[in-house]
């Protein structure tokens, strides 16, 4: 059941329910040459942009200030001009001539309700913003608690992407997105699709297509047979291994490209036996990731060293990697107290015995859990390994023991390498680890201050030499993406970290 907009609501009255229902048949028809029909693996949940607005960000109905530009950097959005005044407040230039999708102008008084919801959420309870204030027609200034040079990174995310105020109710949610994009909303299926219609006032380069359906399809083969049938014109997230069966069919093109996101393992620190970091460094030795590149991926994406993928951020250390090594695996184990008693290993009387958690809403996950299980058998450990809920995961990882869990995220989802601190900050961290490093910390925090360039690489670089010594996390392979589209489609080019699938350039 289609839910009613604004603007169907007033058609029926003005038209009658028959009026409607032609509206709607013409609003479906996935023949009609100027509708685009996208396929992805992620639900539309919600219109309001603090809940779900990375989505509706993607499909280009919400534009942030700033956006990330085709090298993994800050780049003008819907500010033109950003820089610090000083070390906390940091001032944005709005752009002229732009208006939301209602009409009303982008100033700085129609942008502040938004900004100010953005930034009072818990989703950005870590940026610490102190006053977001309007203080010229087209200027907005964000004071900081602490200086906090990422700042304009935090200033790409789909949740900070304005709306008219009109969109605004009185209790402080959000009606509609009401947008700048080059698409503008047109309905939502709660869960399920989103229809949006090109955006006749664009300030830039407006779309070429004139209806976007997206389309929330969980199952990677639903999306790809709703592909190879026509039902789709681009299928995102699909198999390694569907790769080769779009390269066959000449009416498909299948493109694929590297990503900043990684799978690797969090180790409980708190608790045997990876409370000790000889074991973990004999499972970083025990893990063949050649294997799992080659075997599971299809080649495609790459083994992992340290958090960031060198080919694709500037941001990555030299590190030194873990290599495979049974025999070394099998010394540190010794080392660490664990001595060879058949197949598998004891230590007082305790069997050597671990279990691995992970999820399958990334679908190869649990089948890297049962290659890492077999692996680790090779130098006796026993291993056990639980699907379950990633929520669940997560509870139970916060609030009790656990061994490892096998994991997988972005590590640049915005584009500043303070995105370490989600990972291995003392107190910041969402991860689970229970790492702690007052070393550690004071790099990520001298690294927030300062925006001299250098410094902040020689910070985050002495950050993952650290943890790739202390091994709280093990970064295990990266990422490459597939997506499919049909042969005809021209002008799309992918996004490294998918900010925007930018669909108003393809014809």
């Given amino acids: ?233 681009m299928a995102r997230i699909l198999p390694n291994k569907a790769a080769d069966t779009l390269a066959s069919d000449p009416d498909l093109t299948a493109h694929t490209y590297k990503i900043p996101r990684a799978r690797y393992l969090v180790f409980d620190l708190d608790s045997a036996p990876f409370s000790d970091r000889k074991v973990r460094r004999a499972v970083m030795h025990a893990i063949d990731r050649d294997h799992i590149v080659e075997s599971l991926l299809n080649g495609l994406g790459s083994k992992a060293v340290g958090p960031f993928p060198a080919d694709v951020t500037e941001w990555a250390a030299e590190l030194e990697p873990y290599e495979h090594s049974l025999e070394k695996a099998r010394s540190l184990l010794a080392e660490a107290g664990w001595e060879a008693d058949g197949d598998s290993r004891i230590r007082d009387g305790e069997e050597l015995s671990v279990s691995i958690w992970t999820y399958n809403t990334r679908p190869l996950l649990p089948i890297i859990a049962e290659v890492i299980q077999t692996q680790l058998q090779a130098v006796g450990f026993d291993v056990d390994i639980s699907v379950m809920e990633s929520s669940t995961i997560k509870e139970q990882a916060k609030n009790g023991e656990f061994d490892t869990v096998l994991w997988s995220s972005s590590v640049l989802w915005y584009p500043d390498p303070d995105r370490l601190s989600d990972f291995v900050h003392s107190e910041t961290a969402t991860m689970f680890s229970g790492y702690e490093n007052e070393t550690v910390d004071q790099h990520l925090e001298a690294a927030r201050r300062t925006a001299d360039r250098d410094e902040r690489f020689e910070r985050y670089a002495a950050v993952q030499r650290r943890i790739q010594r202390d091994l709280p996390l093990g970064w295990l392979t990266y990422y490459a993406n597939v997506i499919g589209t049909r042969a005809d489609v021209e002008g799309y080019q992918p996004h490294p970290i998918e900010s925007c699938y930018h669909l108003e350039d393809v014809t």
């Fill in 1 to 233: 059941m289609y839910k009613f907009t604004r603007r169907q609501a007033l058609f029926a009255t003005a038209a009658g329910i028959s009026g409607l229902g032609g509206y709607w048949l013409r609003g479906n028809e996935s023949n009609d040459e100027d509708t685009f029909r996208v396929g992805s693996p992620w639900t539309p949940d919600s219109i309001d942009p603090v809940t779900n607005g990375w989505l509706w960000r993607r499909i280009n109905v919400l534009e942030p200030l700033l956006t990330v530009d085709y090298d993994a950097t800050v780049s003008p959005g819907l500010a033109t001009d950003w820089h610090m005044v000083n070390d906390r407040t940091w001032e944005f230039t709005l752009r002229e001539g732009v208006t939301f999708h209602d009409g009303t102008d982008v100033t700085a008084e129609t942008v502040l309700p938004s900004l100010t919801r953005a930034f009072d959420s818990s989703s950005m309870a870590a940026v610490p913003v102190d006053a977001v204030e309007a203080t010229a027609d087209r200027t907005i200034t964000i004071q900081t608690a602490v200086p906090f040079s990422p700042l304009p990174a935090h200033c790409t995310r789909g949740i900070t992407c304005p709306v008219s105020p009109a969109a605004i109710d009185d209790d402080g949610s959000v009606n509609e997105p009401i947008g700048t994009g080059p698409f503008q909303f047109e309905n939502w299926e709660a869960g399920s699709t989103i229809t949006a219609t090109a955006n006749p006032d664009y300030y830039g380069s407006g779309a070429h297509i004139d209806t976007l359906i997206y389309e929330g399809i969980t199952d990677d083969q639903t999306r790809r047979l709703k592909l190879e049938n026509r039902e789709l014109d």
